[in-house]
Every structure is written in structure tokens, then in C-alpha cells.
């Protein structure tokens, strides 16, 4: 069965303290993973989109990596800003289904 | 910029009435969904739609239908509105897929829905 699974279900970082959040993923054929930040009360924000193993994305202080098994979201050096729910989601084939991992909420402390 | 556009940001409704969400998208996109989204549970596909009139189940279809007569437009349907379908519902369009790969998909900012 496909699936995406995200951890941890919660972090809470001080300002400027770096860490990763972490996307695996079990699914039959991959054909895309996407990262979005939704923040409290709205709809989930677009932020990358990652076709093959090997490849990075980067926007400001996210950076987005893939792995055969599993994506990571690195936060350099977080603000407070940067605190919201990170959800991943895959696309497979043979299908138009997106398949959603659960989300990270990320809380950044000044 | 995408954009996706539900008709009402919150709704207040009562058991048994028929319910309409309506989503605009500005973007010429293919392909349409329709999501609930509850704490604990993740987003859940209700229904899809890759083309005008055209639909398929998601994995939770019961209870509503979906209607699209013309491209931009989406439409969800609670048929006889129930307790249970107290959500934050929430509508996507995207790109049809690629060579590459399946397009990312953009979100409107989500109806909260009660039923009472």
C-alpha cells in the first residue's frame, strides 16, 4: 500500500537553531513529491517539487532534498515566520491521487 | 501567481440541508479536487476531476457529489448535510501530468464548515 509517513508530529526550535524535518515514502512509482507549508486557519502554500533521486530545491532558508526512501525539508537558521504545519505529499503512477503524510507542526521561539 | 478561490471561508448549516461549496481557479487547470481535512486525520480526497464533466471517487465519497460544468469551476455537494461532516474543506487545481511527472497542485484557503 502507499504511503507517506512524516516525522516528528511536532518541533519547537529557538531562533537560528537549524534542523531537518523528514518525509518517507513507500509508493508503487513515484512521480513527484511536494512540499507545502499551511499555516493555521488556511489552505495549504505551494513551496517545492522534487522529481528524481539526487535532486534539491532551495528558497530562502528552506532547502528540499530527495532520496529514494525519503525527503527532507532543512530550515537553516528559522524565524519565528517560519512556524506553521509542513506537509509532504506524493504523486504516483497510474493515478491522479496525491498521497499526504500527516505534517510537522514547526514552532520557531524568539 | 495560482489562484484558487472558495466561494465562503465559513459556513453554518443545519442536519438534512443540501450544501454547496463552490471553487474557482484562474489558471486554465486540468484537473480539480475536492479534500477534507480533520485534526489527526490528514487531508482526505473526496472526489477529482481531470476534465469538464468528468469526475472520479476519492477515498471518502460518500455523503457528497461534485459538480463541473465548465473548467475553472468545482463544485461540491453535501446532498443532506450530517454532524459528522463538520470540516475544513478545502479545493485544488493543477496541471495536468508530464513527461516528468505529476504537477503540483495549488489550494484555495479552505472552507470551515459547521453543521449543527
Known amino acids: 500500500e502507499d504511503q507517506v509517513t512524516q516525522s516528528p508530529e511536532a518541533l519547537r526550535l529557538q531562533e537560528g537553531e537549524s534542523s531537518s524535518l523528514n518525509c518517507s515514502y513507500t509508493?508503487?512509482?513515484?512521480?513527484?513529491l511536494f512540499w507545502y507549508r499551511q499555516d493555521p486557519g488556511k489552505g495549504p502554500e505551494f513551496l517545492f517539487t522534487l522529481y528524481s533521486a539526487g535532486e534539491e530545491k532551495e528558497k530562502e532558508r528552506l532547502k528540499a532534498t530527495l532520496t529514494k526512501k525519503e525527503s527532507f525539508l532543512h530550515i537553516t537558521a528559522p524565524k519565528p515566520e517560519d512556524s506553521a504545519t509542513y506537509l509532504c505529499?506524493?504523486?504516483?503512477?497510474?493515478?491522479?491521487?496525491?498521497?499526504f503524510g500527516t505534517g510537522t507542526r514547526l514552532k520557531v521561539l524568539a | 501567481d495560482v489562484k484558487v478561490t472558495q466561494s465562503s471561508r465559513y459556513l453554518v448549516k443545519r442536519t438534512g440541508e443540501k450544501v454547496f461549496l463552490e471553487c474557482v481557479q484562474d489558471m486554465d487547470h486540468e484537473n480539480m479536487f475536492w479534500y477534507r481535512q480533520d485534526p489527526g486525520l490528514g487531508l482526505r480526497l473526496i472526489y477529482f476531476s481531470y476534465d469538464v464533466k468528468m469526475k472520479e471517487k476519492g477515498d471518502i465519497p460518500e455523503g457528497y457529489s461534485v459538480s463541473r460544468e465548465k473548467k475553472e469551476r468545482f463544485s461540491l455537494i453535501l446532498e443532506s448535510a450530517s454532524t459528522n461532516q463538520t470540516s475544513m474543506y478545502l479545493c485544488?487545481?493543477?496541471?495536468?501530468?508530464?513527461?516528468?511527472?505529476?504537477?503540483?497542485?495549488?489550494f484555495g484557503d479552505g472552507t470551515r464548515l459547521s453543521i449543527l
Open positions: 505529499a506524493v504523486g504516483t503512477s497510474g493515478t491522479y491521487k496525491y498521497i
Open positions: 485544488a487545481s493543477s496541471l495536468s501530468q508530464t513527461f516528468y511527472g505529476n504537477q503540483p497542485q495549488h
Open positions: 509508493v508503487s512509482g513515484l512521480r513527484g
